[in-house]
């Protein structure tokens, strides 16, 4: 079964930049999708940003310009950029690997302990 470790979050002023890593094992990392979530308090998870096995990228519209997906399929790692950080941006974040049925994609791994980010202003 996949597990993923999520790292890289921390404290940091409005405008700055964090970049979140995320460690994959137990599958075959480069034949999936992979995406990072986010939840803040009192809200429900959101998807920020995916990425398919070719490398297309899919922002949500709220962080488009400012974050930025990537993998590496030899480290079984993906990674979120995530420059011009707003307080809005604070939350726990998650990674997941992705499945898809037709055209949809699906949450396909458990979730892991995620990592927290806090924007300040």
């Known amino acids: 079964q996949v597990q993923l470790v999520e790292s890289g979050g921390g404290v940091v002023q409005a405008g700055g930049s964090l970049r979140l890593s995320c460690a994959a094992s137990?599958?075959?990392?480069?034949?999936?999708?992979m995406a990072w979530y986010r939840q803040a308090p009192g809200n429900q998870r959101e998807l920020v940003a995916r990425?398919?096995?070719?490398?297309?990228?899919y922002y949500a519209d709220s962080v488009k310009g400012r974050f930025t997906i990537s993998r590496d399929n030899a480290e079984n790692t993906v990674y979120l950029q995530m420059n011009s950080l707003k307080p809005e941006d604070t939350a726990v974040y998650y990674c997941a690997r992705l499945g898809k049925s037709r055209s949809t994609y699906y949450v396909d791994s458990p979730w892991g302990q995620g990592t927290q980010v806090t924007v300040s202003s």
């Open positions: 990425i398919g096995s070719s490398g297309a990228t």
């Open positions: 137990g599958s075959i990392f480069s034949i999936n999708a």
